[in-house]
């Protein structure tokens, strides 16, 4: 027979369980759908401009979630020379742009990407004129040299692209194998850099694409240029003196040399006909001007603290990103209701219902870290920043449960949309995974995808939204997310299209989650490391 006081101390132990389970319901039951709609009617909308980081937009929206935590009782964190505390942890981006950059020649201004573009980097803060020369295709090999005869030092010389080919399409150059050291054909950054050793001072390249063809080009590369724009989370030394070259049309190549589209046309075809250099070239002026600029862009995390009881020293961290993309280029608003506008506002559900537990005397026992972050549009760099100057020992960080785009559904469940994709559960804590198993089964019952847990998964999700920077320092992870839909990064992202019943379920899942992580006895292992 069992003894009567360690039955009566099982009895304890459930009943225990069971009214700890009662309390979670109870203030989970305080996550609605009208309390998000609520929250994020404002952070979406016009007002905050898409909360482009750094931006007037996304201070506003760190403002609004300062003001509610400190409503629910949460404590500032971050801690200033003077002593001072503040919900913010500030920090800076730094970013090189392009400025004023033009080419001009023969009393006509070209606009850079839409006249011109410009492979690789340069520097050219005012405004500067030289004389212009063509070489040919500018390729020198073996008994094949386009600056034979030709003085271009100093100077900027205009070549074409690609290299000379026969009638029937061959490869003159690197078609010769017996010949030629090219094993295939010769690239701008191989006739940039022979042109520089041979004195050149800039490089034009004709390009063989015309019409659409050219446009769509164009635009593919201001894409690709923005590299050369993007902020970074430390200051970067460029080194414009670089290969770099300008890829203009035939016509503007024309117009810049002074003579016409045919006869550029006629000596590019006698070259390729008699497969040897140009036996006259074209000659002109140009001034030209490439612009970079150095700007700071000062931004924000917002942490809001709930200290917890007998275990306070450990601590969950619960994260968003509260930045979006901005305003686009046509001037239109993205306003990000969904990515990440859903997770930011489910952060102020859950500390309020943290909050009302620790007002009626159940409060957690480990303490809780909100975390609004910035600079996830940019490269994840608010995370990434609070990761190398966390205001909470990374040692005692228990787990993040990370919240980006919660609020739609994606193709793949148009059907079902009681679901949620959880990312990142098992990489590191197996207990982790298993607790967030137990949370849905007994309290939202949502379907569980794990499609993009997959370590072979081509969207590689695991690695792009914030939790990252936490589970690459060795804390465990759950990423929720339901998928990226048509108005991903676009102004249709409106609050009118979330799924707020939905939402709510996600977010209530996420803390029964959280609730078991800062209540449990025993802190959970890192005991995985899956792929």
């Known amino acids: 027979m069992m003894n009567k006081n360690l039955l009566a101390g099982l009895f304890l132990s459930i009943n225990t369980l ?219 030394q460029e080194n414009p003196a670089g290969t770099a070259a300008f890829v203009v049309s035939g016509k503007v190549a024309a117009e810049i040399l002074g003579t016409s589209v045919s006869k550029l046309n006629k000596l590019k075809s006698e070259i390729d006909k008699s497969g040897k250099p140009a036996s006259k070239d074209f000659t002109g002026t140009v001034s030209l001007k490439v612009g970079r600029v150095s700007e700071t862009i000062d931004t924000e995390n917002v942490a809001a603290f709930m200290e917890g009881t007998d275990k306070k020293e450990e601590v969950l961290v619960i994260s968003a990103h509260l930045d979006h993309i901005g305003i686009s280029e046509n001037g239109e608003i993205n306003n990000g209701a969904d990515d990440d506008g859903s997770g930011t506002v489910s952060l102020l559900e859950l500390a309020e219902a943290f909050s009302k537990a620790k007002a009626e005397g159940k409060g957690p026992r480990r303490s809780i870290l909100f975390l609004n972050v910035t600079g996830e549009e940019k490269g994840l760099f608010g995370s990434e920043y609070y990761s190398e100057n966390p205001l909470l020992p990374l040692k005692n960080t228990i787990a993040d449960l990370n919240i980006d785009m919660i609020g739609r559904v994606d193709e793949a469940h148009k059907n079902d949309p009681n679901y949620v994709y959880v990312i990142g559960s098992d990489k590191l804590s197996s207990k982790l995974h298993e607790i967030g198993e137990e949370a849905n089964k007994k309290y939202v019952n949502f379907k569980l995808d794990y499609t993009f847990n997959d370590p072979k998964d081509p969207n590689r999700f695991y690695y792009r939204s914030d939790h990252y920077n936490f589970a690459k320092m060795g804390v465990p992870v759950i990423f929720y997310f339901t998928g990226v839909h048509e108005d991903y990064h676009r102004p249709g992202d409106d609050v009118e299209k979330i799924l707020f019943d939905k939402q709510s379920g996600i977010v209530k899942l996420v803390f029964h989650t959280a609730w078991e992580l800062v209540n449990r006895d025993e802190r959970i292992v890192v005991d995985s490391h899956k792929e």
Request: no cysteine; aromatic share 12%.
């Open 18 to 236: 069971a009214l700890a389970q009662d309390d979670a319901a109870k203030y989970a039951a305080s996550i609605t759908p009208s309390d998000l709609k609520k929250h994020l009617v404002i952070i979406a909308s016009d007002s905050l401009e898409g909360r482009d980081t750094g931006s007037p937009g996304q201070k506003k929206a760190a403002e609004y979630v300062s003001k509610y935590y400190k409503e629910y009782g949460l404590q500032p964190i971050a801690t200033y020379a003077d002593g001072s505390k503040s919900y913010l942890q500030k920090y800076k981006l730094y970013k090189r742009s392009w400025g004023e950059v033009y080419v001009k020649a023969n009393g006509k201004k070209y606009e850079f990407n839409k006249d011109f573009y410009l492979n690789g980097l340069l520097d050219v803060p005012e405004e500067i004129s030289t004389d212009l020369v063509t070489a040919g295709y500018g390729i020198e090999d073996g008994n094949y040299n386009d600056y034979t005869n030709v003085d271009v030092k100093g100077k900027s010389v205009v070549l074409f692209d690609d290299e000379p080919k026969t009638s029937g399409g061959k490869y003159l150059i690197s078609g010769n194998s017996e010949k030629s050291k090219w094993s295939g054909p010769v690239s701008w950054q191989v006739k940039a850099k022979l042109a520089r050793e041979k004195g050149a001072k800039y490089v034009f390249i004709i390009t063989d694409k015309t019409g659409e063809d050219l446009d769509k080009e164009i635009r593919q590369r201001a894409v690709m240029a923005r590299r050369f724009s993007a902020p970074t989370l430390k200051p970067v």
